[in-house]
């Protein structure tokens, strides 16, 4: 029986902002612009979203989520070719799969850190807070 449209869009909600920082980390490892990066991530989320009805629930939604990124970028690419500064595409799919796997393990230091940071008391945890975005400002 099909699902309902509203728990079908939930559903992909859920699972695609649970995966969206980690998506963007990988798009924005392999696309030089963040301008660029973030054209690539609305076409990766079009994408997922069109597709979302052929996805099986048993599947794993964060590899087929960055397999769909990779080939948006690797598309973005073969559209810039001429452009000087764009990795060939042996390189492009190298720094992907180096990507991909990093973005597994820095999704666990920040899940590490953000328990880390849970721990603390509220006043020192604002100090942290502050110092973080005093360092993330241009």
């Known amino acids: 029986m099909a699902e309902p449209c509203e728990t079908r869009h939930d559903t992909f909600l859920r ?6 920082p980690a998506l963007r980390a990988f798009v924005r490892s392999l696309v030089p612009a963040v301008a660029d990066a973030n054209d690539v991530m609305q076409e990766v989320a079009v994408v997922l979203w069109q597709k979302f009805g052929e996805y099986a629930t048993s599947d794993d939604f964060r590899r087929w989520a960055f397999g769909v990124a990779r080939f948006k970028v690797l598309s973005w690419q073969r559209d810039r070719m001429r452009d000087r500064h764009i990795f060939g595409t042996d390189l492009m799919e190298l720094l992907a799969t ?34 973080s975005q005093r360092a993330s400002s241009p």
């Open 15 to 20: 699972m695609y902002v649970r995966q969206e």
């Open 98 to 131: 180096e990507a991909e796997i990093d973005a597994g393990r820095l999704e666990r230091q920040r899940e590490a850190l953000r328990l880390c940071l849970d721990k603390l008391p509220v006043e020192q945890r604002q100090l942290v807070d502050a110092a």
